[in-house]
Nanobody, 126 residues
């Protein structure tokens, strides 16, 4: 029902900025909670940010104050603005979506999301 495609990942020096884009297809996009997760080599996939309704957002402590998630429902697009990047931000970043996400801690868990993009590589050099 929904296809997600991430783009924007590249090599950036520490302290730099980068914006990732997730383009979604399918109807009722505005009713989906959208999130960003990331996975570094040898590590589990971890929560980064989520945006629900009325622009309600949550962030992992590791990125709070540096990353901003936003969405444009008219364009079926989700963004992740990343500032003050650190080497530990290096990972494959995945866009995820879930219809009718309740306001619960489940929104922080990757297993909650039914739809995923293929990921985009972000590499931060020190």
């Amino acid at each position: 029902q929904v296809q997600l495609v991430e783009s924007g990942g590249r090599l950036v020096q520490a302290g730099g900025s980068l914006r990732l884009t997730c383009a979604a297809s399918g109807r009722t996009f505005s009713q989906y909670a959208m999130a960003w997760f990331r996975q570094a080599p040898g590590k589990e996939r971890e929560f980064v940010a989520v945006i629900r309704y009325f622009d309600n957002t949550d962030y992992a402590d590791s990125v709070k104050g540096r990353f901003t998630i936003s969405r444009d429902n008219a364009k079926n697009t989700v963004y992740l603005q990343m500032n003050s990047l650190k080497p530990e931000d290096t990972a494959v970043y995945y866009c995820a979506g879930q219809l009718r996400m309740p306001y619960s801690p489940a929104r922080f868990q990757s297993s909650t999301y039914d739809y995923w993009g293929q990921g985009t590589q972000v590499t931060i050099s020190s």
